[in-house]
Each structure stands twice: as C-alpha cells, then as structure tokens.
Nanobody, 124 residues
Framework: QVQLVESGGGLVQAGGSLRLSCAFS????????MGWFRQVSGKEREFVGA????????VYADSLKDRFTISRDNTKNMVFLQMNSLKPEDTAVYYC?????????????????WGQGTQVTVSS
C-alpha cells in the first residue's frame, strides 16, 4: 500500500520560510519522480516542482524557482520543499505526489499517488 504523508505546513508571516516534508512508502516504481503541487480553494491545482528520484534532477514552475527548492533523502524515503521569501499568494494546500507516467512531471496525469495535503498560510 502506497502512502504519502505531508507535514510542515502552518502559518507564517510574509517574508518567512517553511520547509514541507513528504514521507512515502510502498512505491514499487523502478524509476519515478516526486512532485509538489498546490491548490487554492476554488482553483485548479498548480505545479510547484518535482524531483527525479534516481538522478535527483529538479524541475520548477518558472514563477517559483527563485524561492522554492526541492530536495530528497534517499535513505529515509522523504522529499522536502523549502519555501523562502513567502508571500500571501503562496497560501494554499500543498500536495506531495509520486508517479512514473508518460506525461511531463509538471502535469497531474504523470502522478499515480497523492498525499492528503498540508495547509500553508502566509499572512501579510
């Protein structure tokens, strides 16, 4: 059974930082990527970034790449999203996802499994 569990969300003031974690288990893909998405209520889910598990290469949304960084810990099956210089518009539920599909990693259809999400709220 595949499980993805996000943690680290919370309330932070604008300009602050947060580090989200995603612990996962049960994945059997030979090659896969871990992605981060975010969603504001009433809006579509938005790609934040992704990391290829085998090589560690990363892909980011252009608008976020200067402030957000994705990393991984192979030994603990964890992926992290470091968010700096946070803005009120970063407020959203952040989701971790795992996949090995044929689509690009920025596309939701690439992903087979999703976590439950963690709320990030940035106050002005």
């Amino acid at each position: 059974q595949v499980q993805l569990v996000e943690s680290g969300g919370g309330l932070v003031q604008a300009g602050g930082s947060l580090r989200l974690s995603c612990a996962f288990s049960g994945l059997t893909f030979s090659t896969y990527a871990m992605g981060w998405f975010r969603q504001v209520s009433g809006k579509e889910r938005e790609f934040v970034g992704a990391i290829y598990w085998r090589g560690g290469g990363t892909v980011y949304a252009d608008s976020l790449k200067d402030r957000f960084t994705i990393s991984r810990d192979n030994t603990k099956n964890m992926v992290f999203l470091q968010m700096n210089s946070l803005k009120p518009e970063d407020t959203a539920v952040y989701y971790c996802a795992a996949g090995s599909g044929v689509y690009a990693v920025a596309v939701e259809r690439f992903y087979n499994y999703w976590g439950q999400g963690t709320q990030v709220t940035v106050s002005s």
